[in-house]
């Protein structure tokens, strides 16, 4: 095994290395775990994007990240923009669940200080939509989710 200790404190830190065989550790699975979970959300953008260009709007952004939270897509519409939170599940329902009233307002923020740079400011027309992404990879889109702005 080759993997590195490092002191800090009281506790010790194990760093995994590749072919170290950390993974078996509950903080190597977690890892594995989170870096699955990242590129299954990587491809559920993919998806998203390509319903929404089939429908005639422009990618625009991917993860944009404000100091109020993070827009996972945005996408063109003639002269609106549409800001997309993907959400990724088992189910479209489970999907659907994952969404809070926390980050709803997170994307909010995020939409302002993104719209900010936009050449109509705030007076730019938005739509919120939610994609729902279930485990066979199929795609339903909700929009204007959030309801007006």
């Known amino acids: 095994m080759t993997a590195r200790n490092s002191q800090v404190g009281s506790a010790r830190q194990s760093v995994a290395e590749p072919g170290d065989g950390l993974s078996a550790t509950p903080d190597g699975a977690r890892r594995r775990r989170g870096q699955q979970a990242f590129l299954s959300g990587l491809a559920a ?5 390509r319903d929404y260009v089939r429908r005639g709007l422009i990618e625009e952004r ?19 923009l549409v800001f997309v939170e993907v ?3 088992a189910s479209f329902a489970r999907a659907a669940e ?20 936009a050449p109509a400011g705030l007076l730019t027309d938005v739509r919120f939509d939610v994609a729902l992404v279930d485990a066979a990879g199929a795609v339903r889109i909700v929009e204007n989710a959030f309801g007006d702005m």
Do not use: H, N, T
Not at 62 to 80: H, K, N, Y
Not at 108 to 116: H, S, T, V
């Open 98 to 117: 994952s969404l809070s009233a926390r980050q709803m307002a997170r994307i909010y923020g995020a939409a302002e200080e993104y719209l900010a740079s």
């Open 45 to 49: 953008e993919d998806s998203v994007v």
């Open 87 to 89: 959400k990724k599940s």
């Open 62 to 80: 991917r993860r944009f990240r404000g100091q109020q939270g993070e827009i996972d897509l945005v996408m063109r519409d003639g002269d609106a």
